[in-house]
Structures are given as structure tokens and as C-alpha cells.
């Protein structure tokens, strides 16, 4: 898993994600057993106010069980907003 925020100026914060574990499956686990998984999003985030963000992000996720029937992949959008009552 690793990660990377790169502070543009002090109110734009870009975030961009990325993490992957296989696992080595025996003969003794069942075929859906789960094998591997990537995952990786990538967001922006806009600070308003001292204490007001706003932000959205985009996520895929990728899972495979051992058999490889059930492989399946996701897409989604997130958008968010962040009140801190304190500094």
C-alpha cells in the first residue's frame, strides 16, 4: 500500500492511492478462497475556509478468488465536505 499528497498551494491538496496483496493459496482452501486484490483511488481536496473543505474522489477496486471464477471489479465517485470545529 502507498500513498502521495503533494500540497499544490495551501488550498488545493491532491491525494493519489495505490495498494495490491496476493496470497498464495494451497490445495486445502477452497477454490473461492480469496487469491488477490488491487486498489487505487485519487482525489483532490479544496480548502474553503480555515476550517472548510470540500473534496472528490474517484476509487477502482479489483478482487480474484482462486478458481478465478468470481473476479469482479468496482468503479465509484465520492464527494465529500470536512467542517473542523477546531484548528
Known sequence: MGAVTHKRNPRWRPTVTFGYVHV???????????RNSRYGSANVVYQIYK???IGVEGLYGFREVSNGDDTKDVVRM??????SPFD
Open 24 to 34: 498464495d493459496n494451497t490445495s486445502l482452501q477452497s477454490p473461492t478462497a480469496y
Open 51 to 53: 476550517r472548510l473543505s
Open 78 to 83: 465520492n464527494v465529500g465536505m470536512v467542517y
